[in-house]
């Protein structure tokens, strides 16, 4: 056997981020999974192209017939992801919007019902509030937090539980074992959104989970240049997502693919000093007399940290946070305003902190902490205090 066969899977998680799947390339022995950027595969016979069409449609694996369905470079990222999240197999599509509505899409019809939880992405909620509905698909908003309501919530036709592992953007923590059992005592599938934490920092197939989904443009990709989504799950569950995904048209472009595997090899070095550095910070504010309260699963004020400690690896809690300033809006738009290391943007996940005030939220302000020294984070956060006091 070659070195170069050499079974990854069974081995860490950051030995598997950078290994595993990645072979020499047959042609030219690259050690980097080339960009096959082709639409199209040529085959010698119409012979072999009929079997090679009747042998794509039960997705084999290796069957390559047009780009929109399989790639070569796309599917040596399914294979790495799906070793990351402890997945059966995986699909990639072009975002993380794309991986929820093909996720759902692919395991509800018009007639059925869902169950969401109350905090959640802008676009899930609209998803939710309003594309699902006018197809027909029946839907709940609860609060997660709360057990007794899930169970309320559950009738005859209900065939998807949904929620975010880590809520957007306040940071509610589900109780994903046990909401998994109670999902499973009625009958239905459960997708959670994994995209705050990452496998590095939580996997929720471990936990129960029947379907995880991802925006990898965050912390997959983890670099601000790139779009992606992940759902993974049992190969059953795959097959009949890769059916939508392909029936959508929702891949992923060959050389996102390629920028996602080459941010992979780093993501756990990244999470793990994003998580360090954000369980510090979040300490820090929450000694400050100008903050309210800070949201962070790695506090003990946050009130699931229990349910944390225990479904978290390694006690990484992720780089998210949430801090509520003392004081409203003014405060808020100063606080930001006056800081120098973080943009005020959207997005989340990558090696430069964002900072995203939200408004609609009670002036809550909402931190990705990235991969800059904490040290300077904390002098810039201090300056930009002592600028308030000082103008204020």
């Known amino acids: 056997m070659?070195?170069?066969?050499?079974?990854?899977?069974?081995?860490?998680?950051?030995?598997?981020?950078?290994?595993?799947?990645?072979?020499?390339?047959?042609?030219?022995?690259?050690?980097?999974?080339?960009?096959?950027?082709?639409?199209?595969?040529?085959?010698?016979?119409?012979?072999?192209?009929?079997?090679?069409?009747?042998?794509?449609?039960e997705?084999?694996?290796?069957?390559?017939?047009?780009?929109?369905?399989?790639?070569?470079?796309?599917?040596?990222?399914?294979?790495?992801v799906?070793?990351?999240?402890?997945?059966?197999?995986?699909?990639?599509?072009?975002?993380?919007?794309?991986?929820?509505?093909?996720?759902?899409?692919?395991?509800?019809?018009?007639?059925?019902?869902?169950?969401?939880?109350?905090?959640?992405?802008?676009?899930t909620t609209s998803l939710f509030g309003d594309v699902l509905p006018a197809k027909g698909i029946e839907t709940s908003r609860v609060e997660?937090?709360?057990?007794?309501e899930l169970e309320a919530a559950f009738k005859p036709n209900t065939k998807v539980v949904y929620l975010e592992a880590l809520s957007n953007p306040q940071l509610k923590l589900a109780n994903?074992?046990?909401?998994?059992?109670?999902?499973?005592?009625?009958?239905?599938r459960f997708i959670v959104d994994n995209t705050f934490l990452s496998p590095i920092c939580m996997r929720p197939l471990?936990?129960?989970?029947?379907?995880?989904?991802?925006?990898?443009?965050?912390?997959?990709?983890?670099?601000?240049?790139a779009l992606m989504g992940v759902v993974a799950g049992t190969k059953t569950d795959m097959d009949r997502v890769r059916y939508y995904y392909d029936n959508f048209g929702s891949h992923i472009s060959t050389f996102d693919a390629w920028l996602a595997l080459r941010s992979i090899k780093t993501m756990p070095l990244r999470v793990r000093q994003q998580s360090d550095s954000a369980f510090k910070l979040a300490k820090w504010f929450e000694a400050r007399p100008e903050v309210d309260f800070v949201?962070?699963?790695?506090?003990?004020?946050?009130?699931?940290?229990?349910?944390?400690?225990?479904?978290?690896v390694d006690d990484h809690f992720g780089g998210m946070l949430c801090v509520h300033l003392k004081g409203g809006h003014e405060e808020m738009c100063k606080f930001c305003d006056a800081t120098k290391i973080p943009p005020v943007a959207t997005s989340l996940g990558d090696v430069v902190t964002l900072m995203f005030p939200?408004?609609?939220?009670?002036?809550?302000?909402?931190?990705?902490?990235?991969?800059e020294d904490v040290e300077d984070l904390i002098a810039d956060f201090e300056q930009a205090f002592e600028q308030m006091k000082n103008n204020g």
């Not at 997660?144 to 007794?148: A, N, P, Q, S």
């Not at 471990?206 to 240049?225: E, M, P, Q, R």
């Not at 949201?295 to 009130?303: A, V």
């Open 2 to 57: 070659s070195r170069y066969d050499t079974d990854y899977s069974k081995m860490g998680v950051s030995t598997r981020a950078i290994k595993l799947a990645n072979g020499l390339d047959p042609i030219t022995h690259a050690l980097d999974t080339p960009i096959y950027e082709t639409s199209t595969y040529g085959y010698e016979t119409a012979e072999e192209y009929d079997e090679m069409l009747a042998r794509g449609a």
């Open 59 to 80: 997705w084999e694996e290796g069957i390559y017939i047009y780009s929109r369905t399989t790639n070569p470079t796309t599917n040596v990222l399914e294979k790495k």
């Open 82 to 123: 799906a070793s990351l999240e402890n997945a059966e197999d995986a699909v990639i599509t072009g975002c993380g919007m794309a991986a929820i509505s093909t996720a759902l899409f692919s395991f509800l019809d018009a007639g059925d019902h869902v169950i969401c939880s109350d905090d959640t992405f802008m676009c």
């Open 144 to 148: 997660i937090l709360h057990l007794e």
């Open 176 to 188: 994903i074992p046990e909401i998994a059992r109670i999902a499973h005592e009625h009958g239905c």
């Open 206 to 225: 471990d936990w129960g989970a029947d379907i995880v989904v991802h925006s990898g443009t965050k912390y997959y990709l983890g670099h601000g240049d």
């Open 295 to 312: 949201s962070y699963p790695g506090l003990e004020s946050h009130h699931q940290h229990d349910i944390a400690k225990k479904i978290f």
């Open 358 to 371: 939200k408004t609609a939220y009670n002036n809550l302000i909402r931190l990705s902490i990235g991969c």
